[in-house]
Nanobody
């Protein structure tokens, strides 16, 4: 059974940086589309950034473009999200997801294939 585990969340001041990590125990890791989503209190879950290494496509939400960077280390089965210039509106629980759909203008989970992590909290104070 595939397991997904995020880490790296925490509390930072506005303008600060954090790196989220996600270990995914999927033997097909290097070829699979994966991504980061977030959910703030009272809001729906939204896609932050996703990557499909086979198609060479990467998605970033409009609110994080130029500030966040998604990357992966295939040797470590780890997906990263580098977050810079954090703002209070970035406060949310961040989730890593395996086997997502990556399109130029959006990223989405699937009802049957996507495996989610438990989430890691990011809190940005002003």
């Amino acid at each position: 059974q595939v397991q997904v585990a995020e880490s790296g969340g925490g509390k930072v001041q506005a303008g600060g940086s954090l790196r989220l990590s996600c270990i995914i125990s999927d033997p097909l890791f290097k070829d699979l589309p994966m991504g980061w989503f977030r959910q703030a209190p009272g809001k729906e879950r939204e896609a932050v950034s996703c990557n499909n290494p086979v198609r060479g496509s990467t998605f970033y939400g409009d609110s994080v473009k130029g500030r966040f960077t998604i990357s992966r280390d295939n040797a470590k089965n780890t997906l990263y999200l580098d977050m810079n210039t954090l703002q209070p509106e970035d406060t949310a629980t961040y989730y890593c997801a395996n086997r997502v759909i990556v399109l130029p203008d959006r990223c989405a989970s699937t009802a049957t294939l996507t495996v989610w992590g438990q989430g890691t909290q990011v809190t940005v104070s002003s």
